[in-house]
């Protein structure tokens, strides 16, 4: 084991490897209030990559409906269980990690799901907390919740699915930090498939061999951004790069919306993966809840995404969620506009940060009719 | 000579099983040790490879008992395999060197499944047998094993064919794969690790995998594959054998002779039991005499 430091949760921690971090991190933000469960994304994924044999079942790409919606079934709360309490009452994490609580004879806490708990994709979709008394009538907050989870590898710093392999087959690419699983490397122990606590690495029974989310990496070597972000109708993602919070750039969006805005939060951090796909909690849901599943600082991080409008910058980050096809390496927002730049600083994207409102006359004199739409 | 260098082995792991709060060094191996006749292939006239478990030519090979232990000294591991012995029987033909491994399995695990793994059983042997190298898969550097792994994957492969998803689950909607509408070299990249030809996804020719190590997390498949077998479940007792030919071209291979001794060891894993890879139950070397002449 080695000492290596996970910012995510504020101290050093212990790892199978040294720390090597990639010259760039891949990573994705996803706005959890613009998310309606469509599953563009999830046919994007399939119908890109897992449209051959023994991947039938596999979803690189899900979206669950959080609480009781999970791919596979209980993926979260089984490790939580298993995991148990632990302190985060501060932002420097006194919990223990995966790795940490790794029973003896294993490098990390983990468990093989059942073949059955992949049977139920849509489990738990659309369902709220509870039921909704005789009677009752909206108030907020909401006496019932519900949110939608987009979720994909979290292509993590420390991931647990490459710790995990007995013969090195899983590697981070130091060009752009993705997490490959070597299909040629690859013997089907499924010692990955264990570790993952996001269960994001899935058993080929036709290959034999355990296969995951590949970041889209033929896209991301040409700068184009992920199928699941560039299909996505509700714009709700931005992949891109990101740095450690001590080398943060201001200018790169991803940047600027986690550590400058801190708006998005990783996903289960306290597993202490340092995952590097990042989430804007949910608005309407108890923080309780969402404190358990990104984290330390997501009330802040709701009140900041609330005022939004405040900041331009961070209002112009947001703009450019879905509107480039390229990665956003850096941005800036002029006047009006947020402009987006590729890599060489071209650019690439220019989003008004308010649209020019138009509005028609309530009667239409010529048709003698009302309208009903005059926005 | 080889003797010694047995001793050696047995004392060095005797020491790592006391670390590891064990007292499991093969007892079969230090008898055979003692005795090095006690484990030997007896010569047959059969010609060919010898694969069939159940050929009458094993009732003229002495049978010996191998105690297996757990494989604890590397993450990760179970403490408590399921298979505690094997048999293991040898004959050979001049051409061919063939081993009879035989221990109790009550389930037949030979279909791989997200949750379910499958049996399987290896030989090891040293390529050089003056030099014999640690029989924890060899060491680095120079410490070369060649290891002869049996699947009964493989064996499921050999008699009922390749296996389907429809095989898997009798149930399961298809409505187009990409070779369906692409064309093969264009679907290829949809067919994972079949695609780059990974030698664990089918057993193609043989249910036997012919392998090298040279220590933890080097088993690499040789490009020459000259390993044979068969295996067949019967009873609550798998009987499998493993073949190879005495002597190839290839340097990476073990050069076994008549009149001879070389070291075999064994690692077994219960798929039932979630066997796999480094959680496996496995034995220290046991020397192998190659009897010479008629018996």
């Not at chain 1, 264990?194 to 080929?204: D, I, M, Q, R, T």
Request: charge should be neutral; aromatic fraction near 10%; proline fraction near 8%.
């Amino acid at each position: 084991m080695a000492k290596v430091y996970n910012w995510q949760l504020g101290r050093e921690m212990d790892y199978f490897y040294e720390v090597v971090r990639p010259k760039r991190q891949f990573a994705m933000i996803f706005d959890t209030n613009k998310c309606i469960g469509c599953q563009t994304c999830t046919v994007a994924c399939k119908t890109t990559w897992t449209a051959g044999r023994g991947q039938e079942y596999m979803l690189w790409n899900n979206v669950e409906t959080k609480p009781y919606g999970y791919y596979p079934l209980g993926w979260d709360v089984n490790i939580l269980d298993k995991l148990g309490v632990q302190d985060m009452t501060s932002p420097v994490y006194q919990g223990k990690t995966l790795f940490d609580a790794a029973p003896d004879g294993e490098r990390v806490l983990g468990y093989l799901p059942d073949e059955r708990d992949y049977a139920y994709p849509n489990i738990g979709e659309d369902d709220a907390t509870g039921l909704m008394s005789q009677g009752a009538f909206y108030a907020a907050p909401h006496m019932q919740w519900m949110y939608y989870l987009p979720r994909i590898c979290n292509h993590c710093t420390y991931a647990a699915c490459l710790g995990s392999c007995p013969r090195q087959s899983i590697y981070k690419r130091p060009e752009d930090g993705i997490v490959l699983l070597d299909q040629d490397r690859c013997r089907g122990y499924r010692e990955c498939v264990k570790a993952c606590p996001y269960k994001k690495v899935f058993f080929n029974p036709i290959t034999r061999v355990s296969e995951k989310c590949i970041g889209c990496y033929p896209a991301v070597e040409n700068n184009r951004q992920t199928q699941c972000t560039i299909t996505c109708i509700g714009k709700i993602r931005m992949q891109g790069f990101i740095t450690t919070p001590d080398k943060a750039r201001e200018d790169s969006p991803m940047d600027y919306i986690i550590h400058i805005a801190k708006v998005a939060k990783p996903l289960y951090p306290q597993f202490g993966l340092e995952p590097n796909t990042y989430y804007i909690p949910p608005v309407h849901v108890p923080p309780k809840y969402l404190y358990q599943m990104f984290g330390w600082g997501v009330e802040e991080a709701i009140n900041k995404y609330r005022t939004a409008l405040e900041d331009k910058k961070l209002l112009g980050a947001l703009l450019l969620f879905g509107a480039s096809l390229d990665i956003v390496h850096s941005f800036k927002v002029e006047g009006n506009y947020s402009i987006g730049y590729d890599e060489k600083g071209s650019e690439i994207v220019r989003v008004p940060l308010r649209e020019p409102t138009h509005v028609r006359i309530a009667h239409d004199q010529q048709h003698q009719v009302y309208r009903t739409n005059i926005t | 000579m080889i003797q010694k260098k047995v001793r050696k082995f047995c004392q060095g792991l005797s020491s790592l099983a006391i670390l590891y709060g064990l007292s499991a060094c093969p007892v079969q191996a230090e008898e055979a040790a003692a005795d090095p006749a006690a484990f030997t292939a007896t010569q047959v006239s059969e010609p060919g490879p010898i694969l069939d478990p159940t050929s009458p030519v094993w009732e003229r090979a002495t049978p010996v008992r191998v105690e297996m232990m757990a494989q604890v000294t590397e993450l990760p591991h179970d403490p408590d395999p399921a298979v505690k012995e094997l048999e293991v029987r040898a004959v050979h033909n001049g051409q061919y060197l063939s081993l009879l491994l035989r221990w109790a399995d009550p389930t037949k695990d030979d279909v791989l499944r997200p949750d379910a793994f499958g049996d399987q059983v290896a030989v090891q042997l040293p390529i050089d047998a003056e030099n014999v190298p640690s029989p924890m898969m060899g060491h680095k550097p120079g410490g070369k094993v060649n290891i002869l792994q049996w699947r009964a994957a493989f064996q499921h492969d050999q008699d009922k064919g390749e296996p389907t998803i429809h095989a898997l689950y009798p149930n399961a909607v298809i409505d187009i794969y990409p070779d369906y509408v692409l064309r093969a070299t264009d679907s290829r990249v949809y067919s994972g690790a079949l695609g780059v030809d990974n030698p664990v996804s089918r057993g193609r020719v043989s249910p036997v995998l012919d392998q090298m190590a040279e220590g933890w997390g080097t088993l690499t498949v040789k490009p020459d594959q000259q390993g044979d077998g068969k295996g067949i479940w019967q009873d609550g007792m798998w009987n499998v054998v493993i073949n190879l030919p005495l002597a190839t071209i290839s340097h990476n291979a073990p050069r076994l002779l008549p009149g001879k001794e070389t070291m075999t060891a064994f690692a077994v894993w219960d798929g039932g039991h979630g066997e796999v890879g480094s959680r496996k139950s496995w034995s220290n070397w046991l020397p192998l005499k190659l009897q010479r002449g008629q018996p």
